[in-house]
Structure formats: structure tokens, C-alpha cells
């Protein structure tokens, strides 16, 4: 299994991969923050020391299917608890690309 979703199995040379697809929503299994820039290569740098501002990265568990890493596009990573309920959400990464990322659901948002 594969997120996201590649043509070819990345560990192997079969290209009869399956697409599947996941629940928008999942559960937080844990998380830490970024409190430094990401080295490029191999990450797309956006940010210099001066501009970046810590983030926080975590593990959404997505029941029956599998485990996802990702960003979580919160404003203050302090709100964040184990086990609360994530969604799955489109969010800008540079000019032109959009990414992935993980937002706590509101409540009443149902």
C-alpha cells in the first residue's frame, strides 16, 4: 500500500498496483513538531530561517486501511490531542502545487 497513490510498487518492480480509496476522516495516532527548516534536497524549501515558523507533522490512523503521515495545518500545535478526529484537506505548497494535509474536525461539524 501506497499514499499517495503511485503507478508502481516503490519496494518492487510489479506495476499492477490497485487504487483504494481512504476515508476523509481519520485519528490523530501521535504527532511532534518541525521546529527547524526541512533540508532540500529532498524537500521543496519555501521557507529560510528567517520566515519559518514551527509546524506541527503527525500520524493520522484512517480505521481498517492503514496509517498516514502528513502536515498538520493547524495554527497552534498546543490544541492538538491524541486521538482526536482528523480530516483530510487539500492545502497550497508552492506556486501552482497543492499537497496534502491533516485538520482537526470542529465540533458539530458532523
Given amino acids: ?3 499517495p497513490a503511485q503507478r508502481g510498487c516503490p519496494g518492487c518492480t ?3 498496483m490497485e487504487e483504494a480509496l481512504f476515508a476523509r ?3 490523530l495516532w501521535t504527532f511532534t513538531t518541525q521546529a527547524f527548516v526541512p533540508k532540500s534536497p529532498p524537500y521543496i524549501r519555501v521557507e529560510t530561517e528567517e520566515t519559518f ?3 506541527a507533522v503527525g500520524y493520522v490512523e484512517f480505521d481498517g486501511q492503514a ?3 502528513g502536515r498538520i ?3 497552534d500545535p498546543s490544541t492538538l490531542r491524541i486521538g482526536m478526529e482528523m480530516e483530510t ?3 497550497p505548497l508552492v506556486e501552482d502545487i497543492v499537497t496534502y494535509a491533516f ?3 470542529e465540533e458539530g461539524s458532523g
Avoid: K, S
Wanted: charged fraction near 35%; charge should be neutral; avoid cysteine.
Fill in 53 to 55: 515558523v514551527p509546524y
Fill in 103 to 105: 485538520r482537526p474536525v
Fill in 89 to 91: 484537506v487539500v492545502v
Fill in 1 to 3: 500500500m501506497t499514499f
Fill in 73 to 75: 495545518d493547524v495554527a
Fill in 67 to 69: 496509517r498516514v503521515e
Fill in 25 to 27: 476522516r481519520g485519528t
Fill in 14 to 16: 510489479r506495476d499492477d
